[in-house]
């Protein structure tokens, strides 16, 4: 498996329309790539991070663009990110038996 994980800062009041977006414009898009197998959001104040994971580097690496145009076209009016990214093999992995979870914003 291959990931990569990249850091936003979003202004406070804004995370849960950030996280809608993604939800509502994003989330379908990319679950239904090929080699597909997580996506997370992670927040906590002002910071945002998310973590893809698919099968493989080349699996990963075709739908890059996707991210880049999705924060570009929607969500560049709350963020200027990403800040750092780090993208490389998945050391280790376990995932339970909840195929979609959504928090409560």
């Known amino acids: 498996m291959y990931g990569v994980a ?18 509502r ?27 893809t994971i698919f099968r493989s580097q080349a699996e990963l690496e075709a739908v890059q663009h996707q991210a880049a145009a999705f924060v570009r076209d929607h969500l560049s009016d709350l963020t200027t990110g990403p800040e750092d990214v780090i993208q490389g093999p998945v050391a280790i992995s376990k995932i339970g038996s909840d195929p979609h979870y959504r928090g409560i914003y």
């Open 25 to 51: 414009e994003y989330i379908d898009r990319i679950s239904a790539a090929p080699g597909f197998v997580a996506f997370h959001i992670i927040h906590e104040g002002e910071v945002g991070i998310t973590v």
């Open 6 to 23: 990249r850091k936003y800062r979003i202004p406070p009041g804004t995370q849960g329309e950030a996280v809608n977006r993604t939800e």
